[in-house]
């Protein structure tokens, strides 16, 4: 009891969190006992856990190894990279179109393509291979096509052709990781740059209309979001 810090009243709010803040240096004479206990617990039922593997998930990883291995040049990060978009397209594409998730038939939301955008885009500035880049575009092209409002601008989160819902709804507070909406709008900004085209004007600037109202209440809720308007001030390296 003295080892996990437990106390009558309580060590944190009244109740007791198991911990051994302060014990460590015991964790020897306790070892033995420690083992018993962790052989019964092993007997319980683990809860389950979540083995999906998501499209956005893994694109945001293959953005962050892309960067890394671009700005550091570290050629493990590059291949990992590399390996993360193998994955996806054996995995994660199926008719040209992203899955949800691997192994299944649900249809990608606005963040799967918009994180996938990036990631192309970034792994086509780690190696100036013109196919990473028509990827991107592609792909880009299609979010809009799927997931564009034309009427007040940003994006729904949902399909088009998906199943029937009662509303669609549009993400754009960038929480723990950034919003569809920031995402998709980051994208259209760097492949405006890139490309050197107009083509993608009128969406980025009605999408900063359609949720403008909604950033200019607390922009630090948007950070991800303004990125965009500084790419479109300053430009990208090419």
Do not use: W
């Not at 302060?22 to 683990?46: C, H, S, W």
Request: overall charge neutral.
């Amino acid at each position: 009891i003295k080892y996990y810090n437990i106390t009558k009243h309580g060590n944190f709010g009244g109740k007791n969190i198991l911990n051994i803040i302060g014990n460590d240096k015991a964790k020897d004479k306790f070892g033995e006992i420690l083992n018993i206990l962790l052989e019964e617990r092993y007997k319980r039922i683990p809860p389950e856990r979540d083995r999906k593997k998501l499209t956005f998930g893994n694109a945001q990883v293959i953005f962050s190894l892309a960067y890394l291995g671009r700005i550091f040049d570290n050629d493990e990060f590059k291949e990992e990279a590399k390996c993360g978009d193998r994955f996806i397209s054996e995995n994660l594409i199926k008719n040209g179109s992203i899955l949800r998730y691997a192994h299944s038939n649900i249809p990608g939301f606005l963040e799967d393509y918009s994180y996938l955008a990036l990631a192309y885009i970034e792994l086509y500035k780690m190696e100036k291979e013109e196919t990473y880049l028509s990827k991107a575009k592609a792909i880009s092209d299609k979010m809009i096509s799927y997931f564009y409002d034309d009427m007040d601008g940003g994006f729904y989160l949902s399909q088009k052709e998906g199943k029937q819902i009662l509303r669609r709804t549009k993400d754009i507070y960038d929480g723990a990781y950034p919003s569809g909406n920031s995402a998709a709008i980051f994208a259209l900004v760097l492949l405006k740059n890139i490309l050197n085209t107009k083509e993608y004007d009128h969406i980025i600037s009605n999408s900063f209309y359609g949720i403008g109202g909604e950033v200019n209440k607390n922009e630090a809720s948007y950070t991800f979001l303004l990125l965009s308007l500084n790419q479109l001030t300053l430009g990208v390296d090419r």
